[in-house]
């Protein structure tokens, strides 16, 4: 788990933890943000590889909803160390899917390492 120096914000994680991600195939983002949705939100009756990359989460793909947005949310920075803006039609499209998930992970540890 990324530790976090000081008092800034979540780019500021231990150089190694952004290494470490950064590092990551497309598939281990993938298998790790499906790992998270299950254990983040106590989904007993799946695994992921139950989880279909590009099927929606909320709605008629998994059917999350808001309060599950917000835990998966927080799982996904404490696991990436990744952040998210306050505009919610952002966020919707970026936690359409895993697939929108992995593409969001992927570009905020490019920006990280730049």
Same mark, same amino acid.
């Given at each position: ?28 983002? !993938? ?15 799946? %695994?992921?590889?139950?989880?279909? %990359? ?16 917000? !835990? ?10 990744? %952040? ?15 697939? %929108?998930?992995?593409?969001?992970? !992927? ?8």
């Amino acid at each position: 788990m990324p530790e976090i120096l000081g008092d800034c914000d979540s780019l500021c994680y231990m150089a190694g933890d952004l290494v470490k991600y950064a590092a990551m195939t497309r598939e281990e983002i !993938e298998l790790k943000l499906k790992d998270v949705l299950v254990s983040a939100l106590d989904l007993e009756d799946l %695994t992921a590889s139950d989880i279909v %990359t590009d099927a929606p989460l909320f709605g008629e793909g998994l059917g999350l909803d808001s309060i599950d947005a917000l !835990e998966l949310g927080m799982a996904v920075k404490k696991a990436f160390g990744v %952040t998210f803006a306050s505009d919610p039609a952002e966020n919707r499209k970026i936690f359409y899917s895993v697939k %929108t998930l992995a593409d969001y992970v !992927e570009q905020q540890n490019k920006v990280a390492q730049s």
